[in-house]
């Protein structure tokens, strides 16, 4: 009688233990799969632009420019 008891006891242990690590998996396997979801991708970026950054040019112009007024 004492045996049937404790071995019940055990199995219904065993049954909520695996039934809490299946949902702690479960769980777990979705946290996964929503943070690889926001992970950023990488973007190629040009290394060579197809502008050129032209104010110091423009500045240097500007400035033959006015001493040539000068003289």
């Known amino acids: 009688m004492k045996v049937n ?3 019940t006891t055990l199995g219904v242990l ?6 809490l690590l299946s949902l702690w998996m479960r769980k777990k396997k979705a946290l996964r799969s929503t943070t690889e979801a926001h992970e950023p ?17 423009a500045a240097q112009t500007e400035d ?3 001493q040539e007024d000068m003289v």
Do not use: G
């Open 5 to 7: 008891i404790i071995r």
């Open 14 to 19: 065993i049954l909520i233990l695996a039934l």
């Open 41 to 57: 991708e990488e973007i190629e970026l040009d290394s060579d632009p197809d502008y050129q950054n032209d104010s110091h040019t």
């Open 64 to 66: 033959t420019e006015e």
